[in-house]
């Protein structure tokens, strides 16, 4: 979503660090090049003026009360990312659940921006937190919105209450209303109401949702946009807030190619939060709009710690703790282990979505877009085509088992032979770093390396020769 933008304050503040001691004139020039590059990502003019004239002033102190031999680029990389998580929100907010259940929430956008398949990703969220929602079917009017909404609700095992067909039959207002007292009389402690949009913003569609607003009185009122419309998604939001009222923003469609506009644009102009973002089709891809992350993947530090609870959902305590143990314990990372591991990031996504996550992930850009994700399947399939004492032992692995495992994968004996190579690597690093040696590969990092547990060589002095000619040539040596 925010790849350009990323991409133009990364190269922004590359040659911000390169310019050693920052005057003002350099401020000047940083703040039109972020001004720019935040209307090309089609952020609200008022909200980018706002934006730059505060990072100007900020900065501009700054650099006053700077002391010397302070990195000045940095200070005002901070001063950005600082004013980013304001204009984004400036903290994650919790939907407020009622003292006395069901907590109602109620969804409102225009058609088309994801709503009904929001309302069961917002379902399974809270059910997976251990809450019992309930879906009602409240959008009467678009074709098969329903039938849409029962489709969602079973194949994630919540309820739906949908006592009309829909397709332009029923009142919404009373389906509604007995959704609420269903939800009582059978103790559901979270309701979700799905309405209905329309094309555009009219009156007709202003007034459903304020009449099902008054008649249902929502905990919560969550307006649904996608993140894909660019600027009209700051008219309909203030259309929105001004006709029905709203709590909180959810933005669809994240994982899109839009320039991300909406997203800067909302929260600021009108001082409603981000409160969940969508990033994908499957009902799991939604998660809680976290400030912060935001601003430091559009600021190209990535998002370590949503990788980081990404990860804890995917990898169970079980085996992690399993093979903690097994580390610990001195025994070799095996190719069971090696499958359980890819086995479980499966679970976390794509891997281009996972690598997308890591700090400077905008400058592998074409690496990232580039990346084959049939590999990891593939690998999977040539372990999986190993019988379970060649994934312990892979030492055993003659020629003739590699030409059946191949057979057995799809794949090429030399795609085995590499994977095998690679893992055998793999293992002998582990080993290194278990028995607190380091792996070979780091001494690029300018850190030498040593076998484990022993100390380094020490090296006998040689005379030094009386020729001044061959001294100077033996030093050199």
């Known amino acids: 979503m925010f790849e350009s933008l990323t991409s133009r304050f990364s190269a922004t503040f590359s040659s911000l660090r390169s310019r050693g001691k920052i ?110 929602p309930l879906l009602v079917a409240s959008d009467l009017q678009r074709p098969n919105a329903v039938t849409q909404l029962q489709v969602v609700g079973e194949s994630i095992n919540i309820p739906v209450f949908a006592p009309e067909v829909g397709n332009g039959v029923g009142d919404p207002v009373k389906v509604a209303k007995a959704g609420i007292e269903f939800a009582k009389a059978k103790q559901y402690n979270m309701v979700i109401v799905d309405t209905a949009g329309r094309l555009g913003v009219d009156a007709d569609l202003m007034k459903q949702a304020s009449d099902i607003r008054d008649a249902i009185n929502p905990d919560e009122i969550l307006f649904v946009v996608d993140a894909m419309i660019g600027q009209d998604a700051v008219r309909t939001s203030q259309a929105f807030l001004d006709g029905v009222g709203f709590d909180g923003v959810v933005l669809t469609k994240l994982d899109g190619d839009a320039r991300g506009g909406a997203a800067l644009s909302i929260a600021s102009l009108t001082a409603r939060p981000i409160m969940f973002a969508s990033t994908g089709e499957k009902l799991s891809d939604f998660d809680i709009f976290y400030p912060d992350r935001m601003a430091s993947r559009i600021l190209g530090m990535g998002d370590v710690a949503t990788l980081a609870e990404t990860a804890k959902k995917a990898f169970d305590g079980e085996t992690s703790a399993k093979l903690e143990a097994k580390f610990a314990s001195g025994e070799d990372f095996t190719l069971e282990d090696f499958l359980e591991q890819l086995q479980a990031m499966s679970k976390m996504g794509s891997m281009s979505k996972i690598l997308g996550m890591l700090p400077g992930s905008g400058a592998m850009k074409k690496q990232i877009d580039n990346f084959d994700e049939g590999e990891v399947i593939r690998t999977r399939a040539i372990v999986q085509s190993m019988t379970p004492v060649e994934r312990r032992d892979p030492k055993v692995l003659n020629g003739s088992r590699r030409t059946r495992i191949a057979l057995g994968s799809g794949r090429k004996v030399s795609d085995v032979n590499n994977l095998v190579d690679r893992f055998s690597a793999a293992q002998k690093m582990m080993r290194q770093v278990r028995n607190g040696g380091m792996p070979a590969g780091m001494a690029g990092m300018g850190l030498p390396a040593m076998p484990a547990n022993k100390p380094p060589i020490a090296h006998k002095k040689k005379s030094k020769s009386g020729n001044p000619a061959k001294r100077a040539i033996e030093q050199a040596q």
């Open 23 to 132: 005057s003002n004139a350099d401020i000047e020039k940083t703040c039109a090049e972020i001004r720019q590059a935040l209307l090309e990502s089609d952020v609200a003019l008022d909200v980018v003026e706002s934006f730059v004239a505060q990072i100007a002033e900020k900065s501009r102190v700054a650099l006053e009360t700077m002391q010397s031999g302070t990195n000045q680029a940095n200070a005002i990389f901070e001063i950005v990312n600082a004013s980013l998580i304001e204009i984004l929100g400036g903290s994650a907010r919790r939907v407020r659940f009622a003292k006395n259940p069901p907590t109602v929430i109620m969804l409102a956008g225009l058609q088309g921006a994801g709503k009904t398949t929001l309302a069961g990703k917002l379902a399974k969220f809270y059910a997976d937190q251990g809450n019992t």
